[in-house]
């Protein structure tokens, strides 16, 4: 279960980024990135604010689930923008 939630989360990101600049629409994965960024803050927040061990609940869910998919957006945005480019460059040729 440790290793699929981030798989999981890291696959979903990867898909969004793909997905988001394949189409053109960078603005949805810039938003989807604003969004994930904000998120790990807010988390990192709530785990300074928390007493004891309860704050690892909020380093779990940032660093398992939020970081992932931060980074398969990332990875996937790259790729998708890529292949949009060799697609335009294969029908200029």
Known sequence: MVFLIPAVALSIGLAAGWISLQMGKWIVA???ALLLVGGILWMLV???AATGLDGL???VIWFLM???ALL???VGSIIGH???QWRTLA???
């Open 30 to 32: 810039a938003a989807l």
């Open 46 to 48: 709530e785990q300074e």
């Open 57 to 59: 609940t909020y380093a």
């Open 66 to 68: 939020l970081a992932p």
């Open 72 to 74: 398969g957006l990332g």
């Open 82 to 84: 890529l292949r949009r």
């Open 91 to 93: 029908e200029a040729t």
